[in-house]
């Protein structure tokens, strides 16, 4: 797991990559929860995701957004942090020039930046949303929605209510061309307490699944 360091919009970018010197492997960027709030790329669901993706055969990259630990730069309010995901990924890019496909993960906050920067990059396949801040911040910029993906929350998640994300989730679902799942974990909240293991099972058997079918259609 080495530590890496590149150049970002705001200066140095701090992160955690592993690298898969396979030919077309895939890749896959996960995005913290929110700076202001204690989000780091050390986050336990950020650490586990990294390590689910790389036991498939992904390269795959977490990490600080501007301000975090030694990431240069001060918090954005989502503009900076939407600079740095699309830097991180550019990054991962040129040791990765024909990776066979690329997914986004973003949990809380990193959820918000992960669709965005899913809005702003074709070359994203696949998503993975967390938590998504559906009451907070405005999602209305997917659409559509470029890509088939999964929403996860918890059910007592007080910070996002679940009535915001079904009805995120509900509207991405008219869209055509795109699958939605959604699965909502009961007797947790937003950090997942005590319920991480069970989410990590969750994002993975549907990435496997969507590998499945990928492997299919070659």
């Given at each position: 797991?080495?530590?890496?360091?590149?150049?970002?919009?705001?200066?140095?970018?701090e992160g955690r990559y592993h690298h898969n010197p396979?030919?077309?492997?895939?890749?896959?960027?996960?995005?913290?929860?929110?700076?202001?709030?204690?989000?780091?790329?050390?986050?336990?669901?950020?650490?586990?995701?990294?390590?689910?993706?790389?036991?498939?055969?992904?390269?795959?990259?977490?990490?600080?957004?501007?301000?975090?630990g030694r990431s240069q730069g001060l918090f954005d309010?989502?503009?900076?942090?939407?600079?740095?995901?699309?830097?991180?990924?550019?990054?991962?890019?040129?040791?990765?020039?024909?990776?066979?496909?690329?997914?986004?993960?973003?949990?809380?906050?990193?959820?918000?930046?992960?669709?965005?920067?899913?809005?702003?990059?074709?070359?994203?396949?696949?998503?993975?949303?967390?938590?998504?801040?559906?009451?907070?911040?405005?999602f209305s910029f997917l659409a559509p929605c470029p890509?088939?993906?999964?929403?996860?929350?918890?059910?007592?998640?007080?910070?996002?209510?679940?009535?915001?994300?079904?009805?995120?989730?509900?509207?991405?679902?008219?869209?055509?061309?795109?699958?939605?799942?959604?699965?909502?974990?009961?007797?947790?909240?937003?950090?997942?307490?005590?319920?991480?293991?069970?989410?990590?099972?969750?994002?993975?058997?549907?990435?496997?699944?969507?590998?499945?079918?990928?492997?299919?259609?070659?």
């Amino acid at each position: 797991m080495p530590e890496v360091i590149f150049n970002g919009p705001a200066g140095r970018i701090e992160g955690r990559y592993h690298h898969n010197p396979e030919h077309g492997s895939p890749i896959a960027l996960i995005l913290h929860p929110h700076p202001q709030f204690g989000g780091t790329m050390n986050n336990p669901i950020v650490h586990d995701l990294y390590y689910m993706f790389r036991e498939r055969g992904f390269s795959v990259l977490r990490f600080n957004f501007r301000g975090v630990g030694r990431s240069q730069g001060l918090f954005d309010n989502g503009a900076g942090e939407l600079s740095d995901a699309a830097a991180a990924l550019d990054w991962m890019q040129t040791y990765n020039k024909e990776a066979a496909t690329c997914w986004i993960v973003g949990i809380s906050f990193g959820a918000w930046i992960s669709m965005q920067l899913l809005m702003r990059r074709p070359e994203i396949a696949g998503f993975i949303s967390i938590a998504p801040l559906a009451k907070h911040y405005d999602f209305s910029f997917l659409a559509p929605c470029p890509a088939s993906g999964l929403f996860v929350n918890g059910q007592y998640d007080t910070v996002t209510p679940a009535d915001s994300i079904n009805a995120l989730v509900a509207k991405l679902k008219t869209q055509k061309g795109i699958k939605i799942d959604h699965e909502v974990m009961p007797d947790t909240n937003h950090f997942f307490e005590d319920k991480i293991p069970a989410l990590t099972d969750i994002c993975a058997d549907y990435l496997d699944k969507r590998l499945a079918v990928e492997l299919k259609e070659e």
